[in-house]
């Protein structure tokens, strides 16, 4: 049973640091592909970062320069360094996996971030 855990949310002040973290079980993890989206609130959710088997990563342009994705797979965790945070990154992050032999996406329970003065 694949288990997404998502951990290091908070409230920051703008301009900030704050670093995410997903571990995760159940699957052959370094053949995966994850992530992270957010939703916030009145919004959809939405896209923030991939990084693929191949460690190849992907970004929202709304993040580019700012956050930061990572994988390790030795422990199992991919991590998300958010640096320069505004108020418009107040979101429940949520880790994503998708399973390469199947196709099949499975979700955190989510972390929430504010960012706040």
């Known amino acids: 049973q694949v288990q997404l855990v998502e951990s290091g949310g908070g409230l920051v002040q703008p301009g900030e640091s704050l670093t995410l973290s997903c571990a995760a079980s159940?699957?052959?993890?370094?053949?995966?592909?994850m992530g992270w989206y957010r939703r916030a609130p009145g919004k959809q959710r939405e896209l923030v970062a991939t990084?693929?088997?191949?460690?190849?990563?992907n970004y929202a342009d709304s993040v580019k320069g700012r956050f930061t994705i990572s994988r390790d797979n030795a422990k199992r965790t991919v991590y998300l360094q958010m640096d320069s945070l505004k108020p418009e990154d107040t979101a429940v992050y949520y880790c994503?996996?998708?399973?390469?032999?199947?196709?099949?996406?499975?979700w955190g329970q989510g972390t929430q971030v504010t960012v706040s003065s």
């Open positions: 990084v693929g088997r191949d460690y190849r990563t």
């Open positions: 159940g699957s052959i993890f370094s053949i995966n592909t």
């Open positions: 994503w996996e998708r399973l390469w032999n199947s196709g099949n996406d499975y």
